[in-house]
């Protein structure tokens, strides 16, 4: 749910910290990610200025982290002295930082069991754009939390549009 309604890049996901999610607010501030270098998890930069930004919560959002965060307490109990505290919103049984493919074979086998046909992780960013334009929110305010650098990525490259889109702008012309 985070991924679709957030818009997040796989890394940037997997390298928030809990410290970065503000749930009075509530809001999360994206200020680095997980990278795999040489085989290891490293946090890294942000990919560019722009990749720094603070996201408002919805409501629902807001909800399931806190559910969240429920679940993994009680992982944290069962694990005992194999908890390894890094502090990570998603992260394994046992504290550590998730490994990319172990996240991506867990997404395709949740689409399969849903029957969605099979998609990229980074599709979710894509779906985030277009729900958020088809809601008529501004490509400005999308731009923002996609923190692309550039409007033309946002618009060009994540707006997709669907045909009952342009069905309700010409419904406005009338």
């Not at 008529?136 to 305010?141: I, Q, S």
């Amino acid at each position: 749910a985070v991924g679709f309604a957030l818009g997040l890049r796989q890394g940037e996901a997997l390298g928030l910290p809990w410290s970065a999610v503000d749930l009075a607010a509530p809001s999360v501030t994206i200020t680095r990610a997980l990278q795999r270098i040489d085989g290891k998890p490293r946090f890294v930069e942000p990919k560019h200025n722009r990749s720094r930004r603070t996201i408002p919560l919805p409501e629902t959002i807001r909800q399931a982290l806190l559910r969240h965060r429920a679940r993994q307490e009680q992982e944290r109990q069962r694990a005992g002295t194999r908890w390894k505290e890094h502090g990570l919103v998603f992260a394994s049984s046992i504290g550590t930082p998730l490994h990319p493919r172990n996240v991506l074979r867990h997404f395709h086998e949740t689409l399969k069991m849903l029957g969605i046909p099979r998609h990229r992780f980074h599709d979710m960013r894509h779906t985030a754009a277009t729900l958020l334009i088809a809601q008529g929110v501004p490509a400005r305010v999308i731009m923002h939390i996609l923190g692309h650098s550039q409007i033309s990525t946002t618009m060009d490259i994540y707006g997709h549009c669907f045909p009952e889109m342009a069905k309700d702008a010409m419904r406005v012309m009338d």
